[in-house]
Antibody, heavy 118, light 107 residues
C-alpha cells in the first residue's frame, strides 16, 4: 500500500525559501504508473495545486506560482521535494504531497502545516 | 485557466437523504479529467471519483459521478453520518484546478 509523508520546517521567515520533502513508502517513486504532486490549503480555504513531477524529472507547475516553485525528485531516496522561494504570509498553508494516477490524486500524505512569520 | 464553480456552497441535509452537488467549468473539460474529493476536518482529501464517473478503490456505491462538457454532478444516494464533509471537484486539462468546495452538513 503506497504511503506518503511530508517533512520539513513548520515555520519559515518572510522572503526566505520554503523547503519540504515527501517520502514515498510501499512503492517505487520510479514507477511509470505515477506522477507526484504538491497541493496546499491555506487555513479555512480550498485546495491549490502547486505542481507535479514524473520520476524522469519532467515537471509541471501552476502558472500562478511557477516563478517561485521548484519540484525535484531523488529516486535513490524514494523522495520528491518542493522549494517555494520569496515566501510571504499568503504562503501559510497545510502542504500536501500526493500521488497522481487515473488522472487524479489518489493517495495523499497527511499534510504538514507551514507558517510564514518573522 | 479553467475555473470551476461548485454549488451550493453549503448543503444542509439529514442522514438518509440524497445529496446532489454541482461542479460547473468555465470551459469544456474532458470527462477523463474530472475528479471529486471528500475532505473531513483535520484530514487530507480522499479521492472519491475519477474520470467523472469511476469510483476510486474502496468507495461505497452510494457515491456516483456524472456529467460531461461543463456540467458535472456528484450524487450521494443516501447520506451516512460519515459523509458529512466538504467535497471538491478538480479538473486536469488546462492546467489543474480545484473548485471552491461544497460543505455538506447535518440539518
Amino acid at each position: 500500500q503506497l504511503q506518503l509523508q511530508e517533512s520539513g520546517p513548520g515555520l519559515v521567515k518572510p522572503s526566505e525559501t520554503l523547503s519540504l520533502t515527501c517520502t514515498v513508502s510501499g512503492g517505487s517513486i520510479s514507477s511509470s504508473s505515477y506522477y507526484w504532486g504538491w497541493i496546499r490549503q491555506p487555513p479555512g480555504k480550498g485546495l491549490e495545486w502547486i505542481g507535479s513531477i514524473y520520476y524522469s524529472g519532467s515537471t509541471y507547475y501552476n502558472p500562478s506560482l511557477k516563478s517561485r516553485v521548484t519540484i525535484s525528485v531523488d529516486t535513490s531516496k524514494n523522495q520528491f521535494s518542493l522549494k517555494l522561494s520569496s515566501v510571504t504570509a499568503a504562503d501559510t498553508a497545510v502542504y500536501y504531497c500526493a500521488s497522481w494516477a487515473y488522472d487524479a490524486f489518489d493517495i495523499w500524505g497527511q499534510g504538514t502545516m507551514v507558517t510564514v512569520s518573522s | 485557466e479553467i475555473v470551476l464553480t461548485q454549488s451550493p456552497g453549503t448543503l444542509s441535509l439529514s442522514p438518509g437523504e440524497r445529496a446532489t452537488l454541482s461542479c460547473r467549468a468555465s470551459q469544456s473539460v474532458s470527462s477523463s479529467y474530472l475528479a471529486w474529493y471528500q475532505q473531513k476536518p483535520g484530514q487530507a482529501p480522499r479521492l472519491l471519483i475519477y474520470g467523472a464517473s469511476s469510483r476510486a478503490t474502496g468507495i461505497p456505491d452510494r457515491f456516483s459521478g456524472s456529467g460531461s462538457g461543463t456540467d458535472f454532478t456528484l450524487t450521494i444516494s443516501r447520506l451516512e453520518p460519515e459523509d458529512f464533509a466538504v467535497y471538491y471537484c478538480q479538473q486536469y486539462g488546462s492546467s489543474l484546478t480545484f473548485g471552491p468546495g461544497t460543505k455538506v452538513d447535518i440539518k
